[in-house]
């Protein structure tokens, strides 16, 4: 039986601790958090050790892994100490705030044989694989552009308190919607060689940004475009939008359903000339625990069977979460350069936070 410790008791925290709480090879030994609340109603209802302080919780809890839901400036220094004590992490996105501290973790982590995952939930929506698939099968041909949208009406009000209406604490569209998109980009592309024409606009925050738009570009001439808005009230959910053009035809995607079309039939993926679809209950392939989605469950067991030796590859791993980091470093600056956000503290807080900085108490996520 593995052990389990939560760092991180938010939103994420408990939609993760359902679904590894039933997990029939996982122990959930310990959870730390902020809140007080939050700890004295695990104490009075849950059999779990309860802290304030990750380092206690690693030290006396004897873990083999830790799952992270903080907000994003405590995601470096708690993977560090993670890692430090030979745990194996799932930490949720983005990876880090800066490519300085991605670099620090995965130059220390590179000799170490520990299994490491981010919360990348896409890469394991039935859809998204199948359109991978589709892709890296040639089924459309060259890939020429491509759309990757996310909106929602997760922010329709300036949020001055909390982690999340601040972009020194990982707030703000770039790193929460952007980061969905940038990661399906390289999920299906690898990573660009730059971008341009980068736009980041606040709506309603005072403090970090509601809007983020920009263009990858990669080193054949393929473009990505991003266009992220987390202030959308015709959004009930937030939602992912990928639309795909190549040489034979284009595919255009969401969660639920995809839509392909060919200039000429396919009959070895048994497709049509013209329009076909497809849609996730033709795809879906069940788990054990469905909560928000499958691939909540699915990434969450896919970590654990790596921990087993049960499952292969490397989905969702640091280094490729790192890709996404300094694709929105790139960005972030490229709106800097462009005056769309007016941000004086952003290249100094990209370039210049040093290692040493202790990230502010973290809070839920």
């Known amino acids: 039986m593995l052990r389990a410790g939560f760092i991180g008791f938010g939103r994420m925290g408990i939609t993760h601790y359902s679904i590894l709480n039933s997990h029939p090879s996982v122990d959930v030994i310990a959870v730390c958090d902020q809140s007080t609340t939050m700890l004295s109603i695990l104490k009075k ?9 990750y380092r206690e919780m690693i030290e006396k809890s004897s873990l083999d892994f830790v799952i992270i839901s903080t907000p994003p400036d405590s995601h470096a220094q708690i993977v560090q100490f ?51 698939k589709l892709v890296d099968e040639g089924v459309i041909g060259d890939v020429s552009n491509c759309y990757s949208e996310m909106y929602g009406a997760t922010v329709v009000k300036d949020s001055k308190s909390g982690w999340r209406g601040h972009r020194k604490t990982g707030g703000g569209c770039l790193y929460d919607f952007a980061s969905h998109c940038i990661d399906l980009a390289v999920y299906l592309l690898g990573q660009p060689e730059k971008v341009a024409g980068s736009v980041m606009q606040s709506i309603y925050s005072s403090g970090s940004e509601d809007l983020v738009s920009s263009t990858l570009i990669y080193e054949n001439g ?42 000429e039939a396919d009959p070895e993926h048994k497709l049509d000339k013209g ?51 300094i694709v929105m470093e790139q960005i972030a600056l490229d709106a800097s350069y462009n005056h769309s956000f007016p941000d004086n503290d952003l290249r100094s807080r990209l370039f210049l936070r040093k290692s040493s900085e202790k990230p502010s108490a973290f809070g839920k996520k």
């Open 45 to 53: 209802y849950v059999n779990v050790m309860t802290f304030t302080d």
């Open 82 to 132: 993670a890692l430090e004590n030979n745990l194996h992490v799932f930490v949720e996105k983005p990876f880090t705030l800066s490519v300085a501290e991605g670099q620090n973790i995965l130059s220390d982590f590179k000799f170490r044989s520990l299994i490491h995952q981010v919360g990348y939930v896409n890469r394991f929506n039935e859809v998204f694989i199948e359109v991978k």
């Open 222 to 263: 393929c473009t990505v475009e991003i266009m992220t808005n987390w202030s959308d009230e015709s959004f009930r959910k937030p939602t992912n939008i990928l639309t795909v053009f190549g040489t034979k035809g284009k595919i255009v995607a969401d969660k639920h359903a995809y839509k392909i079309f060919l200039k």
């Open 275 to 325: 329009w076909n679809t497809a849609y996730l209950p033709d795809l879906a392939q069940s788990v054990r625990l469905y909560v928000r989605g499958n691939e909540f469950t699915r990434q969450l067991d896919y970590f654990v069977g790596r921990i087993r030796n049960e499952t292969i590859g490397n989905i969702a791993g640091f280094d490729e979460a790192f890709k996404t980091d």
